[in-house]
C-alpha cells in the first residue's frame, strides 16, 4: 500500500473533514409497523475530505501524481491523521489460526489495550510484543505469540495518530480540476475497513 503525502510539511492551511460511515438495513415490514435494524457492518468507515487553502502548483502536483499512481478510485492508500486523539474499538484485523504479525491502525500510540474476541491481552511478551513504527507504511504493529483463532476478531482502544484505509473517491480529474477542488472544496478519500 502507499502513504499519502505528507500534510504536516506543507506549510499551508490545510482543512480536514471526517464523516463517520455505518451501514444499517431498515425494514418496516413488521406486521405491527414496528422498524426493524441489522447492521452489515460491525466498524464504521471513516471518508475524509482534504482542503490546502494555500498550496504551490509544485505540491499540488506531487498529489496529482499520487492521484494517478493510485489510478483514481481503484488503488487503495494509507492516511495518518495528525492529530493524537483517544480512539476505541478500533478493528485491527480477523484470526486465521495462523497469522501472528499484526498493522496496527495506529502510530506513535499509548495506553495500547488490545481485544481478541473481547478478551484484553498481555503485552510484553505474554500475548504479543509491540513494534512501534514496524508495520506497512510506519504504522505500529504487533507479533502475537499464538496465533488468534480462525474468526476472531481482533481489536485496540489506544492514544495516537489513527490510520485510516482509504482510497479516491473520484475516477476522473485533470490537473486542473483536481487543483482546483484541492484548493476550493477539497478532495475526498472514501474510508475502507483498516486491515
Do not use: H
Not at 4 to 26: A, R
Not at 56 to 70: G, P
Not at 92 to 115: E, H, M, Q
Request: aromatic content about 14%; proline content about 2%; glycine content about 8%.
Amino acid at each position: 500500500m502507499a502513504l499519502f503525502p505528507s500534510y504536516s510539511d506543507i506549510n499551508y492551511g490545510v482543512t480536514i473533514s471526517e464523516e463517520m460511515q455505518f451501514k444499517t438495513l431498515i425494514s418496516d415490514y413488521d406486521n405491527l409497523g414496528q422498524e426493524r435494524r441489522k447492521r452489515k457492518w460491525l466498524y464504521p468507515k471513516r471518508n475524509i475530505v482534504i482542503q490546502y487553502e494555500y498550496i504551490s502548483l509544485t505540491d499540488a502536483r506531487t498529489i496529482f501524481q499520487f492521484y494517478i499512481n493510485r489510478q483514481g478510485r481503484y488503488d487503495a492508500f494509507t492516511f495518518f491523521k495528525v492529530e493524537v486523539e483517544t480512539f476505541e474499538n478500533e478493528y485491527i484485523g480477523t484470526g486465521d489460526d495462523s497469522t501472528v504479525l499484526f498493522n496496527l491502525p495506529c502510530k506513535n500510540s499509548s495506553a495500547r489495550t488490545i481485544y481478541v474476541d473481547g478478551v484484553e491481552q498481555t503485552g510484553g511478551g505474554n500475548d504479543y510484543t509491540y513494534s512501534a513504527l514496524g508495520g506497512t507504511d510506519g504504522c505500529d504493529e504487533i507479533d502475537f505469540i499464538s496465533a488468534p483463532a480462525s474468526g476472531e476478531r481482533i481489536t485496540i482502544n489506544f492514544t495516537g495518530q489513527l490510520k485510516i484505509r482509504c482510497r479516491f473517491k473520484e475516477d476522473n480529474m485533470s490537473f486542473d480540476t483536481f487543483n482546483n477542488t484541492l484548493r476550493n472544496f477539497g478532495i475526498e478519500f472514501q474510508g475502507l475497513l483498516n486491515s
